[in-house]
C-alpha cells in the first residue's frame, strides 16, 4: 500500500506548481492573451477533439466515448483533459492513480495528448467547470464528446446545446439560457449534469459551441465500486470486462510500485493541524469557506481539539453534502485561499502542461493549434 508520505510528496510538489503557475499568470510582463487572432487558421492542421474526463481509472464507458469520437472525426487530434493538481477529484476526493498513470492509460488506449486541467478538489462544481470551459477554448477545440444517460426529455436539451444555446441547471428546473424558456422542472443526474453546465460556462465565456458537441450514449456494465475494491484486493478476476488490458496492466504495476490505490489517503497531519490552528480570518480567507463554518471549526475545536479526519467531518454543519465535507478537507489540506483562486481562474489555463503524448509529430500539430498559451512538458 502506498504511504502517507508518498502522498505529501504529491502535495508538497503540486502545490509548488501551482504557486508558481499563478505567479507567471499573474505578472504583467508575461500575460498571455486570450485572442487567437487569424493564427488559428493559418497554423491549423486537424479539427482537435476535446474530451474531459477524470480515468479514474480509465474504464469501458471511457473507452467507448474516446472510439466514437475519434470514429466521428477521424483525422482529429483526440486530446484527453485528465484533473491535475492535488490529485482530488470535483468531489474532493483522491483520485486511484496520479495523474501521470491516468494519463499513460489513455494514451495506451488511443488518445493522442493529454493535458493536464484544473485543481479540481479544492474549488466549486461552477469555479472548475469554467475552467474547463476556458481550456477548451484555449485549445482551439473543434469537438466535445461527452457521454449522457437517456432519459424522456434529454434530446430536447441535447438538441438545444447543438444548436450553442446554453442551458442553465437550477434546482429542480433547466432553463434555456437563450430563450429564457423552461424546459424541464426536474434534477438532472451527473452525467447530464455536466453536459448542461459546461454549456452555461461556454457560454459564459463567449465560446461559439454550436455544432461542437458530440452526445454519446452511456454504456451499461461498469461498476466504480467493484474497480475500486478490485484496486484494494489487487485481483482483477471480477472486473476484466469493466476495463481495457491497458488499465488493468497500469494498476497492477503501481500497486506492486507502492503507488496505488490512492483513494482512502490523505495527508491527514496537515489536514488537522491547519483546522486544529488556523486563525478564524486564515480560515475564512480559503476558498470555499466562509465565517460560519470558520467560526463552527473553532468552537468545536476549543471544546476538544480535532484528533480524526471522521471527527472533522462529523463536526462539518448540517445540510453540507458529502462533497462539501470532502472538498473541505481538501482546502484543509492545501491551504488555498479563495482570492488567489477567483485570479488563478481569471488567467487560467496560462499554462498548457502536457502530462503524456503520441509521438513526436502529433505534438508538434498540437503546438500548431494552440496560439497565446504557454506550452509545457510535465516534469
Keep these: ?19 508558481n503557475d499563478y505567479k507567471l499568470s499573474q505578472s504583467k510582463k508575461t500575460s498571455l492573451s486570450d485572442d487567437n487572432g487569424d493564427d488559428y487558421n ?12 477524470e480515468y479514474n481509472p480509465l474504464h469501458n464507458g471511457h473507452f467507448h466515448c474516446l472510439k466514437i469520437a475519434k470514429k466521428h472525426v477521424p483525422d482529429g487530434i483526440f486530446v484527453a483533459v485528465v484533473p491535475g493538481l492535488f490529485e482530488r477529484s470535483g468531489r474532493g476526493l483522491p483520485y486511484i492513480l496520479h495523474r501521470r498513470s491516468r494519463a499513460e492509460i489513455a494514451v495506451d488506449v488511443g488518445a ?6 484544473p485543481p479540481m478538489g479544492i474549488m466549486g462544481s461552477g469555479q472548475y467547470s469554467l475552467c474547463l470551459c476556458k481550456m477548451f477554448q484555449a485549445l482551439n477545440t473543434d469537438y466535445i464528446p461527452r457521454g449522457y444517460k437517456p432519459f424522456d426529455g434529454i434530446d430536447d436539451i441535447l438538441n438545444r446545446i447543438s444548436l450553442g444555446h446554453g442551458i442553465s441547471p437550477k434546482p429542480y428546473k433547466i432553463i434555456d439560457m437563450d430563450t429564457n424558456e423552461v424546459i424541464m422542472h426536474d434534477k438532472l443526474e451527473e452525467d447530464n449534469y455536466v453536459i448542461v453546465s459546461f454549456s452555461k460556462s461556454l457560454k459564459k465565456i463567449g465560446f461559439d ?8 450514449k452511456r454504456i451499461e456494465g461498469v461498476s466504480g465500486t467493484l474497480i475500486r475494491q478490485s484496486v484494494e484486493e489487487n485481483n482483477f478476476d471480477k472486473v476484466q470486462n469493466m476495463m481495457p488490458k491497458e488499465t488493468i496492466s497500469v494498476l497492477k504495476r503501481e500497486v506492486k510500485l507502492g503507488h496505488a490505490p490512492l483513494h482512502n489517503l490523505r495527508d491527514w497531519e496537515t489536514i488537522l493541524d491547519n483546522a486544529n490552528n488556523l486563525s478564524f480570518d486564515e480560515l475564512s ?25 471522521e ?45 503524456d503524448y503520441k509521438n513526436e509529430d502529433v505534438l508538434d500539430q498540437f503546438k500548431n493549434k494552440i496560439t497565446n498559451r504557454r506550452i509545457e512538458l510535465w516534469q
Design 209 to 216: 459551441f454550436k455544432n461542437k458537441f458530440i452526445f454519446v
Design 42 to 53: 493559418k497554423k491549423s492542421l486537424k479539427p482537435l477533439i476535446s474530451d474531459f474526463t
Design 285 to 309: 480567507s480559503l476558498n470555499l469557506f466562509n465565517e460560519k463554518l470558520a467560526s463552527k471549526l473553532i468552537e468545536t475545536r476549543e471544546k476538544n481539539p480535532f484528533e480524526t479526519l
Design 1 to 19: 500500500m502506498p504511504s502517507n508520505d508518498f502522498v505529501k510528496k504529491i502535495i508538497r510538489k503540486d502545490r509548488k506548481t501551482f504557486f
Design 112 to 117: 493522442d495528448i493529454v493535458v493536464e486541467g
Design 311 to 355: 471527527q472533522l467531518e462529523n463536526s462539518l454543519l448540517y445540510g453540507f453534502s458529502s462533497n462539501y465535507k470532502h472538498r473541505v478537507l481538501s482546502i484543509l489540506e492545501t491551504k488555498i485561499n479563495k482570492d488567489m483562486i477567483y485570479n488563478y481562474i481569471e488567467k487560467y489555463p496560462y499554462t498548457i502542461r502536457i502530462l
